[in-house]
């Protein structure tokens, strides 16, 4: 009777040893930053290398219309020509048989300063459209690229969240099993129980603890993943808590058709830039009228009689007008069309396949809040089942291979309630993305 008072002093001490050890294990992991998922799509997006290219498409885009808008000031050019002509035109003699009255001179020299200034041309505000609808364009391709980065954020984030609520139910099974081998190695010694009870308790902790090793090797890859694809160191001490999206999906799934995906506003930029591209095709043959003046040195000059170096200036308007050219505007601005229309067609896909997504993401919803309200109760049961199962095993009535199934059985639970809690949340998290909501 005292040896068996002494065992159970002995057990308490060492059942309150370990739980002082797993309060400190706990106590230096919350040491860690908490992680919140919109924090990391946010961090990903901007850590992404084409993030700068919005402002750098905006620069090269003022810079284009900024030349196009050059068209319609003044432009000033300098030419200077030599030349030496074998022959030049002889006038008739001022008297039969006699010389020439004058001879145009061979060799040339001039040298003039022109500036021109266009007045009339509508192709330069038609351009400057299309220029800057090609931007925002561009800017919504980019934007559609870089949201694709939250999904990826989402598979790692879930993944390295899914390990880390494993590790935790795991690390309560390793607590407990660690408690019943030193129970079982105290009463092997008393001659209280078999060493194969000892053995088998024995066998179960060392695999979970491997299961522990595994799920930790597993979760650092995610991890790293995630830091890789953030920007920022995420380490081991981190705790990532998932987003409760509840409400969020609750709202969204009321709602009728939201379009707050960056690829609708990508096909809108689109038509946009197809439309002003048609207009542009229609005003390229519209007349264009530029006014210019021309002042230079020559020998001759525009007295081409007399060789002598002179001054000369002339100012004049000119028009140019593409009247005809094959039908080819009519054409461009048609293939256009067509274009407007394969555009219209790709945006039609994409919103059925939004809507085949989201319909099997909205299914797993309903079904894993159905499978937590179960998981509960299951969980509850096996716990209940393994209290039993420590008292029989302690009082020898329950082979150490039982109790140890027992465990195991509680463990699978929690695993499942656990992974349906995160399973949960990914797919709340899935549905919002996929509608283009923020995860908050």
Request: proline share 3%.
């Amino acid at each position: 009777m005292i040896h068996r008072l002494v065992a159970l002093l002995v057990i308490g001490l060492l059942a309150e040893s370990g739980g002082a050890h797993a309060q400190t294990i706990a106590t230096s992991s919350s040491q860690g930053d908490r992680l919140q998922l919109a924090a990391l799509q946010q961090a990903a997006v901007e850590a992404d290398p084409r993030f700068r290219e919005l402002q750098l498409y905006e620069a090269q885009a003022e810079l284009r219309v900024a030349n196009i808008g050059a068209e319609m000031k003044p432009a000033i050019s300098v030419d200077a020509l030599t030349q030496y002509q074998s022959d030049v035109p002889t006038p008739p003699p001022f008297l039969p048989g006699g010389t020439p009255l004058f001879l145009p001179p061979k060799g040339t020299i001039d040298a003039f300063v022109r500036l021109d200034q266009r007045l009339f041309d509508a192709t330069v505000g038609t351009r400057k459209a299309v220029e800057q609808a090609r931007l925002a364009e561009t800017q919504a391709r980019l934007r559609t690229a870089l949201f694709s980065l939250r999904q990826e954020v989402n598979d790692a984030f879930f993944a390295a969240a899914l390990l880390q609520e494993r590790s935790r139910a795991l690390a309560a099974t390793i607590t407990e099993l660690e408690t019943r081998l030193r129970e079982t190695s105290v009463r092997v010694r008393e001659g209280a129980a078999l060493a194969s009870d000892a053995a088998a308790v024995e066998v179960a902790l060392l695999q979970r603890r491997q299961d522990e090793d595994a799920i930790r090797a597993n979760r650092i890859a995610a991890l790293l993943r995630l830091s890789n694809l953030t920007g920022r160191d995420v380490g081991e001490a981190d705790t990532l808590a998932p987003p409760d999206v509840t409400a969020a999906v609750a709202e969204a799934r009321r709602s009728s058709a939201a379009r707050n995906r960056p690829e609708f506003v990508q096909y809108a930029r689109t038509q946009e830039r197809l439309a002003r591209e048609q207009n542009a095709a229609t005003q390229q043959d519209r007349p264009r009228v530029s006014a210019f003046a021309r002042g230079g040195v020559g020998r001759p000059g525009l007295n081409f009689i007399d060789d002598e170096f002179q001054t000369y200036g002339m100012v004049g308007v000119q028009l140019h007008w593409r009247a005809w050219a094959g039908g080819t505007s009519g054409r461009e601005a048609k293939e256009l069309e067509l274009q407007r229309q394969i555009a219209s067609a790709d945006e039609a896909a994409f919103t059925k396949a939004l809507e085949r997504a989201t319909e099997t993401d909205s299914t797993s919803i309903d079904r894993l809040e159905r499978a937590i309200t179960l998981d509960d109760r299951i969980v509850e049961l096996r716990e209940q089942i393994v209290r039993t199962s420590e008292i029989r095993f302690r009082e020898g009535v329950l082979t150490a291979s039982e109790y140890v199934d027992r465990t195991t059985d509680l463990l699978e639970a929690r695993f499942a309630q656990a992974g349906h809690r995160v399973e949960l949340a990914e797919a709340g998290a899935r549905f919002l993305t996929s509608l283009g909501l923020e995860v908050r």
